[in-house]
């Protein structure tokens, strides 16, 4: 069985379609690449409504029925737009406004009537592509936004052609190439055309919507239920060797009030207190890009010695060392910071700046205080702190994602009753003993650990490593940073969430590196590899702000001197260049450039024209090549009409109409 007959055979099959139903036909697949990726974040109604209305046009068009009427049309776009308002109580903003036009394109696709009906049809089309970056910027939108583009363009032309159509895949091929012609302007364009600050595919008020990542806040499961997503919650790069991964503590939060479940970050209290640090061990310096998030903290490792926040974003430094920026983080963000991991914080801090360390509320965990009461019989709060971790150590507590629920006194039920929790039972319990020796005790929330890319060098953070580990202060030694996280399951600190768990989750990382089964497998590889790619992506395309942009231009202008000069002279010669090309096409006869694409054409079919060959001779010699009878019939005729307009046969008035006719003929050769 021949392809050749496959293809026939299944031609055959197909019913046959008329050239207007073919391109109405293409033109909806268009419509359905550019309304697909909204289907994710558009109500269900939305979603179904456009699907059912692309599929009423579809039948109307394969059928051969009459479009339906304007009074039909008009009640279902208004009841379509009072859905809209009713979804999102407006229709303004990101939104409504993109519910809104997907519906239009569709309705509008049964009411095409005339020829600007299809303008609007392309040109809305058009529109709405660009609405689909307001969601998704990654590698795989834009990819598909090219492929739509294309598929856009090739529908356009199809409605531009007379009566002989190209196969559709020169279509697309001709599509193809007029997009890559406009590669190299946009590509230009977006290197050198001046950058705006913020977020280019976001609109006013539609940003603040929900972010994955930390809070101000921390109860039983709320860290567990964040460390099972596997989004990237920030990348950094080292300039040297990464830290061991027991030393990737990246702080975030330090939370101070405890109401008898929830911990929340403190308010401030009188006058801001100093922070005395001794740095003991060298620097670190290192590179941070974070993913939006909302919130107003940066992330750093313990303790950061120094961080130049972003541009345009002031920050501080808070007492307990957080880094808490003016706004709200709405776009990728790039910081350098450097940290040194042996230190000396706050050893002469007064009793009075240590007592909200101390508050615990009252009435609540009642065996938790009488366990403390005994520990602190006979011992130093150094021997009681290391009490408390070896009964995490000894005794049958267990590391999970799913502990059991917890009651009123929730810090007694998880010590003497489950003994099973996540690193926000452990840290919180262990705060609330500590607090009851009189040890005053904050808990820290942030991130541990990271997964080194070894193809680009990057730390990958993901959500799944969020954390939450303590800090004691001992007299004379400062705050200490104490896991028990560590003594309970100290693969999670050393290795990763997946390692430490009992049974590995089927999805996530866990899932993920069984399936892999080594970072030296070939899948680990492709894994290192896409997510290196993806990163290059991010940070040279997505997030090109105007400190880059001004990087590149003082390297182009390191290389050819003032940038500014450059930029002209470039725009200089590109304005010559197109200058002399429109010079060429317009001096060019119209006549011969016809001639010439005919020779091109029969030179692919392995019949070229001789140096000395005239059309009558080249005539008589195709006429004896194998081609099918209707190209041959038109090829000969093409050749007769150009040797009476070229050699002065034809009268001089019938030139415009002959070179119509040529053209029609040289499109039926092919």
């Known amino acids: ?12 099959a197909l019913p046959a379609l008329s050239r207007d139903k073919a391109d109405t036909l293409l033109l909806l ?32 068009t394969v059928r051969g029925k009459r479009l339906p009427p304007l009074w039909l049309l008009l ?27 997907a519906l239009l394109l569709a309705f509008k696709l049964l009411e095409m009537h005339a020829r600007r009906d299809l303008f609007v049809v392309i040109f809305l089309s058009f529109f709405l592509l660009l609405t689909s970056f307001f969601y998704s910027q990654s590698m795989a939108s834009a990819a598909l936004a090219g492929a739509t583009l294309v598929a856009l363009l090739a529908a356009q032309l199809s409605f531009q ?15 193809a190439g007029m997009a890559g012609a406009a590669a190299p302007l946009a590509l230009l364009l977006f290197v050198l055309f001046p950058r705006i600050q913020g977020p280019l595919w976001g609109l006013p008020g539609d940003s603040r919507g929900a972010r994955s990542g930390l809070s101000d806040s921390m109860a039983p499961g709320s860290i567990a239920n964040l460390a099972q997503s596997e989004e990237t919650a920030f990348r950094v790069r080292f300039e040297r060797t990464a830290p061991p991964q027991q030393q990737l503590y990246w702080r975030g939060i330090v939370l101070a009030d405890y109401d008898g479940r929830t911990w929340v970050r403190g308010a401030a209290r009188g006058d801001p207190e100093p922070v005395n640090i001794k740095l003991n061990g060298p620097s670190l310096r290192y590179q941070v890009t974070l993913e939006p998030n909302g919130q107003r903290w940066l992330f750093a490792l313990d303790i950061v010695e120094r961080v130049d926040a972003p541009a345009g974003n002031p920050h501080a430094v808070s007492p307990a060392l957080e880094l808490l920026l003016l706004r709200p983080i709405e776009t990728r963000t790039r910081y350098r910071a450097s940290s040194v991991s042996e230190y000396t914080l706050q050893a002469d801090a007064a009793p009075a700046r240590l007592q909200q360390w101390l508050a615990l509320p009252r009435g609540y965990n009642p065996r938790t205080l009488a366990w403390a009461a ?81 193809v680009d060098g990057y730390l990958t953070v993901r959500q799944s490593d ?26 999670r600190i050393e290795s990763n969430l997946a390692r430490a768990l009992p049974r590995p989750a089927p999805f996530g990382l866990a899932g993920l590196d069984a399936l892999i089964g080594g970072p030296d497998s070939l899948l680990a590889a492709l894994r290192f590899n896409w997510h290196a790619v993806n990163n290059a992506w991010n940070q040279w395309v997505l997030d090109y702000n105007p400190e880059r942009q001004r990087g590149v231009l003082d390297a182009l202008a390191a290389l050819a001197g003032d940038w500014r000069a450059l930029l002209a002279g470039g725009a200089g010669a590109a304005l010559l260049w197109l200058a002399r090309a429109l010079r060429r096409r317009r001096a060019a006869d119209p006549l011969d450039a016809l001639y010439a694409a005919f020779c091109r054409l029969q030179a692919r079919r392995g019949c070229a024209r001789l140096p000395h060959e005239g059309p009558h001779g080249y005539a008589q010699r ?42 029609r003929l040289l499109t039926e050769s092919r």
């Not at 069985?1 to 055959?12: E, F």
Request: proline share 6%.
């Open 374 to 454: 005994q520990l602190g019989q006979g011992r130093q709060p150094a021997e009681a702190v290391d009490a408390v971790l070896r009964t995490f150590r000894g005794e049958q507590y267990r590391y999970t994602l799913q502990p059991p629920l917890l009651g009123r006194d929730a810090v007694d039920a998880f010590l003497f009753d489950s003994k099973a929790g996540f690193c926000e039972h452990y840290a919180g319990a262990f705060v609330v003993l500590m607090r009851a020796l009189g040890i005053p005790a904050r808990v820290v929330a942030g991130y541990q650990g990271g997964e080194l890319n070894p």
């Open 622 to 663: 195709l006429a004896g090549h194998a081609a099918q009878p209707q190209q041959r019939a038109a090829a000969l005729r093409f050749l007769a009409i150009y040797a009476a307009i070229k050699y002065g046969v034809a009268h001089p008035h019938e030139k415009a109409r002959s070179l119509s006719t040529l053209k």
């Open 161 to 175: 052609y007379g009566s002989g159509v190209p196969p559709l895949w020169r279509r697309l091929r001709l599509a």
């Open 466 to 491: 969020a954390h939450a580990w303590a800090e004691v202060w001992l007299a004379g030694r400062g705050w200490l940073r104490v896991d028990p996280t560590a003594a309970v399951a100290p693969e």
């Open 75 to 101: 009640p279902l776009a208004l009841l379509a737009m009072a859905g809209v308002y009713a979804s999102f109580r407006t229709l303004l903003g990101r939104e409504a406004g993109v519910a809104m036009l």
């Open 1 to 12: 069985m021949n392809a050749g007959g496959a293809r026939a055979r299944l031609a055959a």
């Open 29 to 60: 697949l268009s419509a359905v690449l550019v309304l697909a990726p909204h289907a994710a974040h558009l109500p269900l109604w939305t979603s179904a409504g456009v699907a059912a209305t692309l599929l009423w046009r579809a039948t109307l």
